[in-house]
């Protein structure tokens, strides 16, 4: 069973920047695409990002293209996603996710049903 422990929340202003990792456990991770997903409050959890587990494929929800960029360490066992030009609309608490089934090395799923194992969760809150 895959554990994953987020950090790197916090507060920060609109316009900077924070770096979320996500540290997993056991020994499959380097063949587990991984996907970031967003709660705010009120709303549903929404994706974010997700990359395959070659890091040779990555898809963003539009909201944050150009400005979020997911990566991975196979070798420290961690995916990390770096948030520039935060907007307000940015705050949430975020989740990790792990896909452990098998999977091709471009598969990037962006539906949450395709995750089986989550972290608890970091905040992250924009301010003006």
């Known amino acids: 069973q895959v554990q994953l422990v987020e950090s790197g929340g916090g507060l920060v202003q609109a316009g900077g920047s924070l770096r979320l990792s996500c540290a997993a456990s056991?020994?499959?991770?380097?063949?587990?695409?991984m996907g970031w997903f967003r709660q705010a409050p009120g709303k549903e959890r929404e994706f974010v990002a997700a990359?395959?587990?070659?890091?040779?494929?990555?898809d963003y929800v539009d909201s944050v293209k150009g400005r979020f960029t997911i990566s991975r360490d196979n070798a420290k066992n961690t995916v990390y996603q770096l948030m520039n030009s935060l907007k307000l609309e940015d705050t949430a608490v975020y989740y990790c996710?792990?896909?452990?089934?098998?999977?091709?090395?471009?598969?990037?799923?962006?539906?949450?049903?395709?995750?089986?194992?989550w972290g608890q969760g970091t905040q992250v809150t924009v301010s003006s």
């Open positions: 056991g020994r499959t991770f380097s063949s587990n695409a």
């Open positions: 990359i395959s587990w070659s890091g040779g494929s990555m």
């Open positions: 996710a792990a896909r452990t089934r098998s999977s091709s090395s471009w598969y990037a799923p962006s539906g949450s049903l395709y995750y089986d194992a």
